[in-house]
């Protein structure tokens, strides 16, 4: 697992995690039969676009909008790097 980020992959929320708004934790999660994982704002917001039909650069085109003016390309590939490595997504 894990390995270069390329704009035309397309990433989803991997089995058996499932993302979610956690109230209590003012944050999303990933939940996960054995716990859960708090994922910062940033990544939540990432996370979120890993929809099994959104490619890297449509994420990317999404983020941009989304907080115009943040250089934000190379840690969001970074990030996707990390969460693919850690199983959390897939590109299956």
Known sequence: ???KIEKTMIFGIASPYR????DAQDS???????GMV???RS?????????HTSTVSEILTQL???FQGADIEADVLEFLEIALARGWISNE
Do not use: R, S
């Open 1 to 3: 697992m894990g390995g």
């Open 64 to 66: 941009g909008d989304k």
């Open 19 to 22: 993302l979610q708004w956690e």
């Open 38 to 40: 708090t994922l910062n």
């Open 43 to 51: 990544a939540g917001e990432i996370l979120q676009l890993c929809d």
């Open 28 to 34: 999303y999660v990933l939940l996960y039969p054995e």
